[in-house]
Protein backbone atom coordinates (compact mmCIF):
# COMPACT_ATOMS: atom_id res chain seq x y z
CA UNK A 1 0.00 0.00 0.00
CA UNK A 2 1.09 3.30 -1.10
CA UNK A 3 1.19 5.89 2.06
CA UNK A 4 2.57 9.33 2.28
CA UNK A 5 5.36 8.10 4.54
CA UNK A 6 6.54 5.76 1.24
CA UNK A 7 6.31 8.73 -1.07
CA UNK A 8 9.71 10.69 -1.76
CA UNK A 9 9.86 13.75 0.31
CA UNK A 10 9.39 16.21 -2.96
CA UNK A 11 5.68 14.70 -3.59
CA UNK A 12 4.46 17.19 -0.71
CA UNK A 13 4.43 21.13 -0.51
CA UNK A 14 6.11 22.79 1.87
CA UNK A 15 6.90 26.73 2.96
CA UNK A 16 10.63 27.62 4.12
CA UNK A 17 9.98 30.35 6.86
CA UNK A 18 12.79 33.02 8.64
CA UNK A 19 11.64 35.78 11.06
CA UNK A 20 12.97 38.66 12.71
CA UNK A 21 11.65 39.43 16.06
CA UNK A 22 11.71 42.58 18.62
CA UNK A 23 13.66 40.24 20.90
CA UNK A 24 12.31 39.35 23.94
CA UNK A 25 11.62 41.52 27.22
CA UNK A 26 10.19 40.59 30.28
CA UNK A 27 6.86 39.70 30.65
CA UNK A 28 6.42 40.04 26.57
CA UNK A 29 7.10 37.64 24.17
CA UNK A 30 9.26 38.58 20.77
CA UNK A 31 6.78 40.12 18.08
CA UNK A 32 7.18 40.21 14.26
CA UNK A 33 9.41 42.73 12.78
CA UNK A 34 9.78 40.82 9.07
CA UNK A 35 8.66 37.30 7.78
CA UNK A 36 10.08 36.27 4.44
CA UNK A 37 8.57 32.69 3.22
CA UNK A 38 9.75 30.33 0.39
CA UNK A 39 7.61 27.80 -1.28
CA UNK A 40 8.83 24.36 -2.47
CA UNK A 41 6.50 23.19 -5.07
CA UNK A 42 7.38 19.56 -6.54
CA UNK A 43 10.58 19.79 -5.13
CA UNK A 44 11.29 22.83 -6.65
CA UNK A 45 12.16 26.38 -4.63
CA UNK A 46 9.66 29.65 -5.75
CA UNK A 47 11.23 33.31 -5.20
CA UNK A 48 11.21 34.39 -1.66
CA UNK A 49 8.23 36.66 -0.26
CA UNK A 50 8.80 39.32 2.57
CA UNK A 51 6.72 40.84 4.95
CA UNK A 52 8.23 44.08 6.87
CA UNK A 53 6.04 44.56 9.72
CA UNK A 54 5.20 47.08 12.47
CA UNK A 55 5.51 44.88 16.01
CA UNK A 56 3.06 45.86 18.75
CA UNK A 57 6.51 46.09 20.99
CA UNK A 58 9.18 47.80 21.03
CA UNK A 59 12.63 46.68 19.21
CA UNK A 60 14.97 45.55 22.01
CA UNK A 61 18.39 47.21 21.97
CA UNK A 62 19.98 43.60 21.06
CA UNK A 63 17.86 43.01 17.90
CA UNK A 64 18.69 46.41 16.90
CA UNK A 65 22.25 45.77 17.44
CA UNK A 66 21.87 42.00 15.42
CA UNK A 67 19.60 42.82 13.04
CA UNK A 68 20.03 46.82 12.33
CA UNK A 69 16.27 47.60 12.10
CA UNK A 70 15.17 50.34 14.52
CA UNK A 71 11.87 51.03 16.06
CA UNK A 72 12.12 54.36 13.89
CA UNK A 73 12.39 52.26 10.72
CA UNK A 74 9.04 50.44 11.21
CA UNK A 75 7.02 53.55 11.89
CA UNK A 76 5.48 53.25 8.82
CA UNK A 77 5.32 49.53 8.15
CA UNK A 78 1.55 47.48 8.34
CA UNK A 79 0.71 46.02 11.29
CA UNK A 80 0.31 41.90 10.83
CA UNK A 81 -3.23 42.11 10.84
CA UNK A 82 -3.33 43.84 7.32
CA UNK A 83 -1.09 41.08 6.15
CA UNK A 84 -1.99 38.17 8.02
CA UNK A 85 -4.27 37.13 5.30
CA UNK A 86 -1.91 37.01 2.37
CA UNK A 87 0.22 35.35 4.94
CA UNK A 88 -2.12 32.34 5.99
CA UNK A 89 -3.17 32.02 1.94
CA UNK A 90 1.00 31.63 1.25
CA UNK A 91 1.13 29.25 3.55
CA UNK A 92 -2.03 27.39 2.92
CA UNK A 93 -1.21 23.48 3.97
CA UNK A 94 2.39 23.53 3.15
CA UNK A 95 4.44 22.19 5.97
CA UNK A 96 7.02 24.46 7.31
CA UNK A 97 10.50 24.57 7.09
CA UNK A 98 13.01 26.10 9.21
CA UNK A 99 16.22 26.71 10.96
CA UNK A 100 15.70 26.08 14.78
CA UNK A 101 12.00 25.99 13.24
CA UNK A 102 10.30 26.17 16.75
CA UNK A 103 11.47 29.63 17.23
CA UNK A 104 9.92 31.08 14.31
CA UNK A 105 6.42 28.46 14.68
CA UNK A 106 6.10 29.89 18.41
CA UNK A 107 6.01 33.54 16.86
CA UNK A 108 3.77 32.54 14.11
CA UNK A 109 1.34 30.89 16.00
CA UNK A 110 0.69 33.12 17.99
CA UNK A 111 0.10 35.77 15.17
CA UNK A 112 -2.07 33.21 13.35
CA UNK A 113 -3.71 31.04 15.73
CA UNK A 114 -5.96 29.65 13.45
CA UNK A 115 -2.59 28.01 11.66
CA UNK A 116 -2.69 24.55 12.79
CA UNK A 117 0.44 22.85 11.44
CA UNK A 118 1.06 19.46 12.80
CA UNK A 119 4.47 18.78 11.78
CA UNK A 120 7.33 20.85 10.30
CA UNK A 121 10.91 19.86 9.49
CA UNK A 122 13.72 21.39 10.88
CA UNK A 123 17.54 21.49 9.20
CA UNK A 124 19.63 22.45 12.51
CA UNK A 125 18.13 18.56 13.48
CA UNK A 126 18.86 17.07 9.82
CA UNK A 127 21.94 18.52 9.54
CA UNK A 128 22.72 17.12 12.99
CA UNK A 129 21.02 13.43 11.65
CA UNK A 130 23.09 13.81 8.40
CA UNK A 131 25.91 15.00 9.51
CA UNK A 132 26.48 14.62 13.03
CA UNK A 133 27.43 18.52 12.81
CA UNK A 134 27.36 20.62 15.92
CA UNK A 135 27.62 23.90 14.53
CA UNK A 136 24.16 25.15 15.32
CA UNK A 137 24.78 29.07 13.21
CA UNK A 138 23.26 28.91 9.96
CA UNK A 139 25.32 31.40 8.44
CA UNK A 140 28.18 28.83 9.24
CA UNK A 141 27.16 26.17 8.43
CA UNK A 142 25.78 27.57 4.73
CA UNK A 143 29.44 28.88 4.54
CA UNK A 144 31.11 25.17 5.00
CA UNK A 145 28.87 23.31 3.15
CA UNK A 146 29.20 25.80 0.27
CA UNK A 147 25.62 27.00 0.36
CA UNK A 148 26.52 30.92 -0.33
CA UNK A 149 27.85 31.09 -3.64
CA UNK A 150 26.60 33.39 -5.87
CA UNK A 151 24.75 35.33 -2.85
CA UNK A 152 25.60 38.47 -1.53
CA UNK A 153 25.56 38.38 2.32
CA UNK A 154 23.65 41.61 3.49
CA UNK A 155 22.94 41.34 7.45
CA UNK A 156 20.65 44.10 8.32
CA UNK A 157 18.93 44.20 5.33
CA UNK A 158 16.55 41.73 4.04
CA UNK A 159 18.54 39.29 6.84
CA UNK A 160 15.21 37.24 6.98
CA UNK A 161 14.88 36.87 2.68
CA UNK A 162 18.99 35.61 3.02
CA UNK A 163 18.73 33.13 6.39
CA UNK A 164 15.18 31.71 4.18
CA UNK A 165 17.75 31.08 1.32
CA UNK A 166 20.22 29.37 3.29
CA UNK A 167 17.71 27.31 4.73
CA UNK A 168 15.93 26.38 1.71
CA UNK A 169 19.47 25.48 0.13
CA UNK A 170 20.22 23.54 3.04
CA UNK A 171 17.00 21.54 3.23
CA UNK A 172 17.11 20.66 -0.42
CA UNK A 173 20.79 19.34 -0.01
CA UNK A 174 19.69 17.04 2.72
CA UNK A 175 16.42 15.72 1.01
CA UNK A 176 18.00 15.55 -1.85
CA UNK A 177 20.68 13.22 -0.35
CA UNK A 178 23.44 13.36 -2.71
CA UNK A 179 21.11 11.88 -5.57
CA UNK A 180 18.97 9.14 -3.79
CA UNK A 181 15.60 11.57 -2.25
CA UNK A 182 14.59 10.90 0.53
CA UNK A 183 10.86 9.38 1.34
CA UNK A 184 8.87 11.48 4.13
CA UNK A 185 9.51 8.80 6.26
CA UNK A 186 12.95 9.34 6.55
CA UNK A 187 12.76 13.31 6.75
CA UNK A 188 10.63 12.74 9.11
CA UNK A 189 13.53 10.44 11.30
CA UNK A 190 16.00 13.18 10.44
CA UNK A 191 14.13 16.28 10.68
CA UNK A 192 10.65 16.66 12.12
CA UNK A 193 9.26 18.64 14.73
CA UNK A 194 5.92 18.07 15.99
CA UNK A 195 3.93 20.91 16.52
CA UNK A 196 1.52 20.85 19.76
CA UNK A 197 -1.87 20.99 18.07
CA UNK A 198 -4.58 18.76 18.73
CA UNK A 199 -6.08 19.23 15.26
CA UNK A 200 -4.52 20.30 11.71
CA UNK A 201 -5.08 21.17 8.35
CA UNK A 202 -1.66 19.53 7.19
CA UNK A 203 -1.53 17.26 3.82
CA UNK A 204 -1.34 13.67 3.94
CA UNK A 205 -0.94 12.76 7.26
CA UNK A 206 -2.11 9.02 7.45
CA UNK A 207 -4.72 8.33 10.32
CA UNK A 208 -3.26 7.21 13.59
CA UNK A 209 0.39 8.43 12.78
CA UNK A 210 2.19 9.23 15.55
CA UNK A 211 5.79 10.09 16.76
Sequence with gaps: MITAANLPWYRLNYVVISVQGTGPRVAERPDLVELTAMSIEDGTLDDPVTWELRPDHLITPHAMRAYGTTNRDVRFRPKF??????????????????HNVRRSLGMLSRKLPEWRPAEAFDTLRMARSAMGVREQRLRILAEQLGLTAGIPDAPGERRTAWDALMTARLFLRLANNSGRPLTVAELRERGQWLCPHPESQMQLLEPGWTQ
Design 81 to 98: AAVAGAIRNYFDVAIPVG
